[in-house]
């Protein structure tokens, strides 16, 4: 009962341990490839704050980036890097479609029609230009992408996400060329987004791209901040196109020579590596918990281990009177204990690595096995019934035979 009882405090110190590791590197994997997708030399530019909360009334984000700032800075950068501009509409827009296909003139008129359907009113509406898909990481799964003129003459037409195409057209159904409603203006789909996955249980396929000028045109309101977002050429060109944007921003904003910018400029690999500290903080934490409960469980495993040296004090007196040395008397209890470590230690894994994906599962991050930690986990369960055990292993050893044989 005293070895089940201190198989499973070391496991649960372990179990705390690996079930944390194993969600956090699960998550980190996801997120990390979902980032990755921004690609190498990705810039993005947004006001320093979003605003708050003042006597119950939200207030407007300070300094705000307009549409007028975002187009000037692109047409200055446009010969250094790829410039996108976009911005929120709503994250809770209902879609529709409009039972019609066809051309915008004839849509009443033509095509096949079908029942009305239409979306809860949770679907994210961005605005975008022609490399905001290329620049976002985004894949066409079918149709096509923006055109400069239909950037240009913010055309009515439309990309829609996965979640939103199941949720309006039969599986039988192409979406392509048909139309969906958004705020009562009508929208013709050109594209179909491949599908992104979902990140902390939000999915990025629930959502609608309109050309920005719509956004500006039907979206927009005094809180409404663009974001721009630039990709150089060359990885290695990253400094100089920040430092020559931070110029060319400043001037736009007319920021006063020594002030600080009134934008943000932050990097998609500085993202990425500030992302990863944040998860490794939550590691070192894990780390810290399974130690401390691991040293709990090695002083109760001591305990245990000196009462066993003086319930078998006959066995150990019989032993040395047979020829076995003191070594092998302390080999025996050594290798007991550090079974019982390794038994805690396994147990703890295994079980730690099931809940770690069961979150990691919630959260909708793949499976993931940290073979890393598993041996980290089992060699500190094994080095704390180590140490624990050494003690009660020398007390065994240096036992008289004869005092020992004469114990009752």
């Known amino acids: 009962m005293r070895t089940v009882l201190t198989v499973s405090i070391i496991g649960i110190g372990i179990t705390a341990l690996m079930s944390m590791v194993t969600a956090t590197e699960a998550l980190r994997s996801s997120l990390l490839e979902q980032f990755a997708g921004l690609g190498a030399g990705t810039i993005s530019i947004t006001e320093p704050s979003t605003g708050g909360m003042r006597r119950g009334v939200r207030t407007t984000p300070a300094n705000r980036i307009t549409f007028r700032e975002a187009l000037a800075l692109q047409r200055e950068l446009s ?28 849509a009443s008129n033509t095509g096949a029609s079908q029942g009305k359907k239409e979306t809860d009113p949770n679907v994210l509406v961005v605005g975008g230009d022609a490399q905001f898909l290329p620049i976002a990481g985004y894949d066409l799964g079918d149709g096509r992408n923006f055109t400069p003129d239909e950037i240009r003459h913010s055309a009515p037409v439309a990309l829609l996400g996965l979640d ?7 599986p039988s159904t192409r979406p392509i060329d048909r139309w969906i409603s958004v705020r009562n203006r009508r929208y013709r789909v050109i594209g179909v987004i491949a599908s992104q996955g979902t990140t902390f249980g939000m ?18 309101g005094p809180r409404t901040s663009y974001q721009i977002q630039l990709k150089s050429a060359e990885p290695a060109g990253i400094p100089a196109l920040i430092e020559r944007t931070q110029g060319a921003f400043r001037a736009i904003r007319r920021d006063r020579p020594g002030a600080p910018s009134s934008f943000r400029i932050q990097q998609s690999d500085a993202l990425i590596a500030q992302f990863d500290d944040s998860l490794s903080a939550v590691t070192i934490a894990a780390l810290v918990l399974g ?17 066993t040296v003086t319930e078998r004090t006959r066995e150990i007196g019989l032993r040395k009177a047979l020829g076995a040395s003191a070594r092998t008397i302390q080999a025996q209890f050594l290798v007991e204990v550090v079974l019982i470590g390794l038994l805690g230690g396994a147990l703890g894994t295994a079980t730690g690595i099931g809940i ?28 704390a019934a180590l140490l624990s055990g050494y ?5 065994a050893a240096a036992l008289d035979p004869i005092d020992a044989l004469r114990h009752s």
């Open 356 to 383: 770690g994906n069961l979150i990691a599962h919630a959260l909708s991050a793949p499976f993931h096995i940290p073979w890393g930690w598993v041996a980290i986990a089992l060699t500190l369960s094994g080095t």
């Open 79 to 106: 010969s250094a890097a790829v410039v996108s501009i976009s911005a929120r509409g709503t994250m809770m827009g209902r879609i529709s479609t409009t039972g019609t296909t066809g051309s915008a003139s004839s």
């Open 164 to 170: 939103v195409v199941d949720a309006l057209f039969e």
């Open 391 to 395: 003690y009660p292993a020398r007390q």
């Open 203 to 220: 999915s990025a396929d629930n959502q609608v791209v309109l050309p920005i000028g719509e956004i500006r045109a039907r979206f927009s």
């Open 291 to 307: 130690i401390i409960t691991l040293l709990g469980s090695g002083i109760g495993l001591t305990n245990i281990m000196l009462v």
